[in-house]
């Protein structure tokens, strides 16, 4: 993806769009004493903010001398969306009527039996998100899901693309915390295929400086050698279902298996569903040799 660069005028007209009402983005808090630029947060009423944008979690990030940010360009406080990941503009988030970014997150309690992929649309096109296998004799969990949590750590759907792509390039990648706020920083797009140095990060929307390109999969990625299996599907028993779902489930292509026994064997997965009694349901649910 091609890095865009903003030129003040641009920021300058977008900040005019998402002002809306907010006095303090109209008048300029440049040359403000420190004294007069705190009084001039305490005027912002960041409980109403949110309350008007049910889907968000918007502050104003503090520098380290303990003052409130402001804006690059310098006409209003620098407004922060935690759960969308950016900024917004004079209080208003652009993404304010999107679900949070981390809706339908699965909290992961152990990593025993478990097995981990990019996951994949029914065209086998790789998607945001992970599929997810966890249990020995049954399955307790066999689906897609959008985000993670793993002992504690957030990884979003675009992480695990973002990790192979810096994998790929064999870019110096590391486990990288924001200094700030300890959150576990993700280098995606143009970031996680080109080296560099400073950092934006997407929780708290302070900028950091480290050499390595962060991704918190550096942590739990697995290399485990795993039994291939040899079955085989006949045509009949896909021909009756009317939606398939096929992706590389060979172990070498996920991004975490901790499965040791035999049960679980490494190959390509198909899912496919046909309508009994009314309802779509999965019919076909099987590990393959191609």
Same mark, same amino acid.
């Given at each position: 993806?091609?890095? @865009?660069?903003?030129?003040? +005028? ?5 900040i005019k769009l998402f002002s809306g009402e907010n006095k303090e983005m109209i008048e300029s808090l ?9 009084? =001039? ?9 949110? +309350?008007?944008? +049910? ?28 759960? /969308? ?34 996951? @994949?649309?029914?065209?086998?096109? *790789?998607?945001?998100?992970?599929? *997810? ?46 200094? +700030? ?39 739990? *990625? ?17 021909? *009756?279902? =009317? ?7 060979? =172990?070498? /292509? ?9 049960n679980e064997k490494s190959g390509f997965r198909v899912h496919g569903w046909r309508t009994v009694e009314?309802?779509?349901?999965? @019919? ?7």
């Open positions: 993806m091609k890095r @865009v660069i903003q030129t003040a +005028s641009e920021r300058a007209k977008k440049a040359g403000l004493s420190d004294e007069r630029l705190l009084a =001039e947060y305490k005027k912002i009423n960041l409980d109403e903010i949110n +309350s008007k944008q +049910s889907n968000c979690n918007i502050y104003v990030p503090f520098t380290k001398k303990n003052l409130p940010m402001k804006e690059r360009i310098g006409r209003g406080f620098y407004y922060w969306c935690k759960s /969308h990941q950016n900024e917004a503009f004079g209080g208003i988030c652009p993404k304010k009527e999107q679900l949070p970014i981390n809706h339908g997150i699965l909290k992961l309690e152990t990593l025993e039996d478990t097995a981990i992929w990019l996951a @994949v649309n029914e065209n086998e096109e *790789v998607i945001l998100g992970y599929h *997810v296998h966890q249990g020995r004799e049954k399955k307790t969990i066999d689906d897609n899901y959008p985000s993670l949590i793993i002992d504690g750590i957030e990884i979003l759907g675009g992480t695990g693309i973002a990790y192979r792509k810096a994998q790929r390039n064999g870019l110096p990648t590391d486990y990288v915390e924001c200094p +700030s706020c300890s959150y576990a920083h993700n280098d995606e797009d143009w970031f996680a295929e080109n080296a560099h140095e400073k950092h934006l990060c997407k929780n708290c929307g302070k900028n950091f400086n480290n050499k390595n390109i962060g991704n918190p999969w550096v942590k739990f *990625v697995t290399n485990h050698i795993v039994e291939p299996t040899n079955l085989k599907i006949s045509f009949e028993r896909l021909a *009756v279902c =009317e939606k398939i779902e096929k992706w590389d489930a060979r =172990e070498r /292509h996920a991004l975490l298996w901790t499965y040791t026994h035999k009314g309802t779509l349901r999965r @019919v076909v649910d099987e590990c393959l040799q191609s």
